[in-house]
């Protein structure tokens, strides 16, 4: 039996009951015993007591579009690693992608994986079941004995399914076991050989473009099958204003429909690429700047549910190169929660619907008891300050890979402590 | 505004010494230069062509100086034109021709970078089919560094020469039109082109199909027309670019045939340019393709002179980045 903690003094901030106020939280046997508010709270005389003035006390984070090298590439990421960047940015829980190398597309590997995680990583990670066998769009994967096993939803990560005729089946059959189908917009045939968005700025650097309808296409097809087939549906990260209109009026009509934006769509625009810096080479690529504010309008409006940090190791090797022969993919389990706070201080979005968009959102879609403050809701959680100002420093960094696409960027917010299942697993040391 | 100075009337006496210092250390973009030294390249290709012209072809100011080709896709006229531009200036010259690209044998370009670095090249002259890779090199070395073409985005001795070409021919460059036409989407001569005839006040047209535009082109050409002859409409030059055959046969256009009758320059079409128009090609040409063969070698084809000008650039080029007279 580990002792009691109670977390006094905080600002509670919790999307999920809406609550943002002064109190305290008691955590015993790894979950929320109770929630104080403003008045005062009984604490057995063995707790271990935290002073949180100053500090914001929130739900850990749910990122849940995390690429890890392991299995496979450990070199790149490991589950320890991974962990321990998650527990360094406040994320408590992220879905592993399944692109690793095997797939996580057989009940036996989740079934792996969820173990080994459970031995070496601080934080919980949920892997996703591959829809496809071998994420190569033919042939469906067992998902009823991906859900036995452990998978807490359905995609093909990076991988897009082109064929129409299977995702309809595809979506069927997952409604069978009410497993969400997150999917990856993306024409390949429209993509081809395009590195970055299509525009002004890829003619001028001699890149080839994606069109925006190479994302919007697919996008309203999905939304399509998605209300004929009944399923839950997750746009993994969409990135622009056609995009968002599209969502909006697809989500009048259907509730079960919702999506995701990668933080880097969020906080950064084409133009970061300045001269072919590879670490903004990203899939689904920056937009440009009307695109970026119509996705912050999106989040602001609930259009956009969730954000992620799209996290993506990539060693020196792949993204040292030319840009068109770079590797896309960047990390951002340590900065998403920071980056995402820029909305915050900008004045963009207020702080309930970003925290929101990290912690209830993803929760309810994948259907976890975590994302909340409540009682008898598993103690995940965060403090964090939310005006500390640091700078995103490489030496600093826990990922094995280094390719942030916040290097060198001044941020304001940092997470001081994180908590998974009433076990602190991270806290900032001062320096 | 400055204007270009016009070589007839004031031709530099000599390639030696008349040249204030250059201020750049590489040449990777005709984005990177100011007009001023825009024109002062082009004056100094301008001394450099008596240098070719004479019967000793000789010019030693790169004495002891190493200059490494190193071309990732094949170039004969390119790689050729800068092997004499340093054979005549003296330098001891060095072809690498990497057949694919570096990373297929495993090794990045970094690491190729470093390996010529540790050779202690004076200047290294690259040819890439990614855009962006010169520059990517010029990071990791310590010499100069001349893009040579990198994917489609820049070939800026291209544009200096077909600027010096043209500027031989009319006297001038500030104030004329330049029609662009052909594959403008895959082309790199193209965006060296617009910039620096953008810089020196050129009026620039470009033509082609819609599908060989590329986004925003009508941000960086004056006028974009899908017409040939409306946009050869009394222009002072034409400039037409290579079809590359695997864009044809349905993949991009139908056929060569109907390219050629829409967009190939033929007698009829370039009627409507002016009278005195010239016609330029960055070459290699397909003669019947997007050029008909009687006007390639016609009385307005300046196309060989452009063979010329580009030795003379690119002596010129490399004379003003190693630093023989401005060493500290």
């Known amino acids: ?431 | 505004m400055a204007q270009a100075r016009a070589s007839k009337t004031n031709t530099p006496a000599g390639p030696s010494g008349d040249f204030p210092p250059f201020s750049q250390k590489h040449l990777l973009s005709i984005a990177d230069l100011k007009q001023h030294e825009i024109i002062d390249l082009l004056d100094r290709a301008e001394a450099m062509v008596p240098v070719s012209r004479q019967e000793r072809k000789s010019h030693p100011t790169l004495t002891g100086k190493t200059q490494i080709n190193l071309f990732f896709e094949p170039s004969t006229r390119t790689q050729g034109s800068f092997e004499i531009a340093g054979k005549r200036l003296g330098a001891l010259v060095m072809n690498m021709s990497v057949k694919s690209s570096s990373v297929s044998k495993g090794e990045t370009l970094i690491d190729t970078a470093a390996t010529l670095n540790a050779m202690r090249p004076d200047v290294i002259v690259v040819r890439h089919s990614a855009a962006g890779a010169v520059e990517l090199l010029s990071q990791k070395v310590g010499c100069a560094v001349i893009n040579a073409g990198d994917g489609a985005h820049e070939h800026p001795t291209q544009a200096l020469l077909d600027a010096l070409t043209i500027r031989r021919h009319k006297g001038r460059i500030s104030g004329l039109t330049v029609a662009i036409c052909g594959d403008i989407a895959n082309s790199r001569v193209v965006r060296s082109n617009l910039l620096l005839l953008g810089a020196l006040n050129v009026r620039t047209r470009v033509i082609a199909p819609r599908n060989l535009l590329p986004a925003g082109i009508e941000h960086l050409a004056t006028e974009v027309f899908t017409d040939m002859r409306r946009g050869l409409e009394g222009v002072d030059v034409v400039m037409m670019l290579r079809l590359q055959h695997e864009r044809a046969n349905g993949r991009m256009i139908p056929s060569v045939r109907e390219y050629y009758r829409f967009y190939g320059l033929d007698t009829e079409k370039l009627s409507h340019a002016k009278p005195d128009a010239i016609v330029m090609h960055p070459g290699p040409m397909n003669r019947g393709v997007e050029i008909d063969p009687a006007i390639a070698d016609g009385v307005q084809s300046v196309i060989n002179e452009q063979v010329e000008m580009g030795v003379a650039v690119r002596m010129a080029v490399l004379d003003a980045l190693l630093p023989a007279r401005n060493e500290e």
């Open chain 1, 1 to 431: 039996m580990t002792r009691p903690l109670l977390i006094e003094n905080a600002r509670i901030v919790d999307p999920a009951s809406h609550t943002d106020a002064k109190g305290a939280v008691l955590v015993e046997n790894g979950v929320i015993a109770h929630i104080a508010i403003g008045g005062p709270i009984g604490v057995p005389d063995d707790a271990v007591v935290i002073n949180a003035k100053g500090l914001i006390l929130a739900p850990g984070l749910i990122d849940m579009r995390v690429f890890t090298g392991e299995p496979g590439k450990e070199y790149r990421e490991t589950l320890q690693s991974a962990g321990d960047a998650a527990a360094a940015g406040g994320v408590t829980s992220f879905v592993m992608m399944p692109d690793t190398a095997p797939v996580v597309d057989d009940g036996a590997l989740v079934d792996f994986l969820i173990r080994r995680a459970k031995a070496t990583s601080k934080v919980n990670v949920l892997p996703a079941g591959a829809i496809t066998k071998g994420l190569a769009g033919q042939e469906m994967t067992e998902f009823g004995l991906l859900q036995e096993a452990g998978a807490v939803c359905l995609t093909d990560g990076r991988h897009s399914i082109q064929s129409t005729a299977l995702l309809r089946t595809v979506m069927s059959y997952a409604a069978n076991y009410g497993m969400t189908v997150v999917h990856h917009v993306s024409d390949t045939s429209l993509t081809g050989d395009g590195v970055m968005n299509e525009g002004l700025f890829a003619t001028i650097l001699g890149l080839k473009g994606i069109p925006r309808e190479a994302e919007t296409i697919p996008l309203a097809r999905d939304l399509q099958l998605a209300a004929l087939t009944g399923t839950r549906y997750h746009a993994a990260q969409i990135s622009c204003a056609a995009s968002i209109e599209l969502m909006a009026a697809a989500k009048k009509r259907n509730p079960h429909v919702t999506a995701g934006v990668s933080i880097n769509n969020l906080a950064l625009n084409e133009n970061d690429i300045g001269r072919y810096r590879t670490f903004f080479k990203l899939s689904t690529p920056l937009r440009s700047e009307d695109d970026r504010q119509a996705v912050i309008e999106g989040l602001r409006n609930g259009t956009i549910d969730t954000i992620h940090s799209d996290h993506d190791p990539q060693d020196t090797e792949v993204k040292r190169q030319p840009f068109a022969e770079a590797s896309d993919g960047a990390i951002g389990l340590e900065t998403l929660l920071a980056a995402a706070l820029r909305l915050v201080h900008s004045g963009d979005v207020d702080l309930m619907t970003v925290l929101r968009a990290m912690t209830s959102r993803p929760a309810d879609i994948l259907g976890l008891a975590s994302g909340r403050i409540a009682i008898g809701a598993p103690a995940d959680l965060i403090l964090f300050d939310l005006d500390y100002p640091w700078q995103v420093s490489e030496r600093e960094i826990r990922s094995r890979s280094r390719n942030t696409s916040f290097e060198g960027a001044r941020l304001a917010g940092k997470v001081m402590r994180t908590i998974v299942a009433g076990q602190t697993v991270h806290t900032h040391a001062e320096d």
